[in-house]
């Protein structure tokens, strides 16, 4: 199928909608990886033609979410609003050469000829008043009425492809309408700046979600009638909710960028997205460079993929926990100073290396060390009650006055707390709960010895002396 020989180009182009959509998302990694597995070239195009919904916000919510998955296109991004020109020109040299031609019916007419179609059973159509033939004679030029162009789409045969996802798809050219190419201001329509793009851009391979799976045989055929090679086609299919319908807000978040703010690391959403819809054996995870080297469209899902949001968590957790202790602190200061806290105070880096085995995202992450970073609320009046008897006051006590004397790292606070253990004969609970209530303030931390040694020995005797 794809030869080394054959340069690849793929392309994503979205069109701006406010967001960078996880369906989006996922078709622009999947572009991403197979130019890269086969050593080619990605290319990022805005389809920003529809000038309402194109804000430069909503242009820049593409960027950021791209940026964000570190998926950074070889080329573009390029913008169809820089190529109006381009499209006017393709138009005029398809009306000289006759592939197109100018319709002067109006809306009614049009809306009338489908409703004929339609009463007679058939697909409603445009029924060909205005396209020429030879020894035809049209009617005569409406004045003061712009026309549209018209593609002059074959009438016989059919148009197929081998799609890269679905395997053979056909449509019978009788289907395919002549389609509106211009409009009466001469601005080109959706589909005709997708073709005129695809063929100035020599992209080879076009993987899409399936919702533009009709779409093709209209490109494939302008194509073919500008003489343009064609490229090949894979359609992916949507992604789904866990209620098995089409992924929206309804099932939560659909933006790529709020699970940046939810704490999301990029590399869990891209081996997340990769496996959504493409498989390597079992593998569940993988890095970039696993994907890349193993990427090929013969993995690529033919059935709808589900969103799962626990599987998400639990890759999320595995690149959590394997991420550098230093490069996640980084990533968790701004979180932890977002809820108040300071990240500056304690070592956070020693923080984030005690917490990150048991957290599923930043969020949980910058949650937990606030313990460490964030001001101390002593514990509240029933907790001191429950948990500092007399007894465990004593051991306390006695453990404060050893600590003051104890080299200030784990190993030795493990050991002077068994030491304490033993005195007073007591079992770990006994004294870890209490020692925990007085200085973190709650009676559930992560191991005690290791949060001592976070918070410190002027800390930890600070709020030992007033028991
Ligand atoms: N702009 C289209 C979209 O956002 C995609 C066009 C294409 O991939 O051909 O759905």
């Known amino acids: 199928m794809t030869s080394a020989s054959t340069p690849v180009r793929t392309r994503f182009a979205p069109s701006p ?87 002067y019916s109006s809306n009614e007419e049009v809306e009338a000829m489908r409703d004929l179609a339609r009463s007679k059973g058939a697909k409603p159509r445009y029924d060909g008043t205005w396209r020429p033939e030879p020894g035809k004679v049209l009617p005569p030029v409406p004045a003061d009425r712009k026309p549209v162009v018209r593609f002059k789409s074959p009438q016989d045969g059919a148009t197929a492809w081998v799609d890269l996802v679905k395997g053979p798809i056909s449509f019978e050219n009788t289907e395919l309408d002549d389609l509106v190419i211009a409009r009466p201001d001469g601005t080109p329509t959706y589909n005709f700046c997708v073709v005129v793009d695809d063929w100035d851009m020599r992209i080879t391979h076009v993987l899409r979600g399936d919702d533009h799976v009709n779409n093709t045989p209209r490109q494939i055929t302008i ?149 460490f970073c964030g001001p101390f609320t002593p514990a509240a009046d029933d907790l001191i009650a429950q948990h500092l008897t007399e007894t465990a006051r004593n051991a306390l006590r006695d453990f404060a006055i050893q600590a003051a004397q104890t080299p200030w790292n784990r190993e030795a606070l493990a050991a002077l707390i068994k030491t304490v253990l033993a005195t007073h004969t007591l079992k770990m609970p006994q004294l870890a709960i209490p020692l925990r209530v007085v200085v973190a303030g709650t009676a559930q931390t992560p191991a005690v010895d290791a949060v001592l040694e976070i918070l410190g020995k002027e800390t930890v005797l600070a709020r030992l002396a007033n028991i």
């Open 223 to 371: 194509l073919r009638a500008l003489g343009a090679p064609v490229p090949e086609y894979g359609h992916v299919p949507m992604i789904l909710g866990p209620d098995g319908e089409k992924l929206s807000k309804r099932h939560g978040a659909v933006s790529v960028m709020e699970y940046d703010r939810d704490g999301y690391l990029p590399e869990a959403m891209i081996n997340y997205l990769a496996r959504l819809g493409w498989s390597h054996g079992n593998d569940e995870l993988f890095s970039r460079a696993q994907l890349v080297e193993w990427f090929d469209p013969q993995h690529l899902s033919k059935s709808a993929a589900q969103w799962d949001p626990k599987k998400l968590n639990w890759v999320n957790a595995h690149y959590i926990k394997q991420s550098d202790d230093h490069a996640l602190a980084q990533a968790v200061a701004p979180r932890i100073t977002a809820r108040g806290g300071n990240p500056a105070q304690g070592d956070l880096t020693a923080v984030v290396k005690l917490l990150k085995d048991r957290a599923e995202t930043l969020e949980q992450l910058a949650d937990g060390a606030m313990l």
């Open 17 to 103: 909608t406010g967001f960078l959509h996880l369906g989006g998302a996922r078709t622009a990694l999947f572009s991403w990886a197979f130019a890269r597995h086969f050593g080619g070239t990605f290319i990022l195009r805005v389809e920003d033609t529809d000038l309402e919904r194109s804000t430069p916000e909503a242009v820049q919510a593409i960027l950021d979410g791209m940026n964000w998955l570190g998926l950074t296109p070889d080329e573009g991004p390029f913008y169809q609003m820089q190529h109006m020109e381009r499209y006017r020109a393709v138009v005029a040299s398809m009306l000289a050469a006759g592939t197109a031609y100018h319709c």
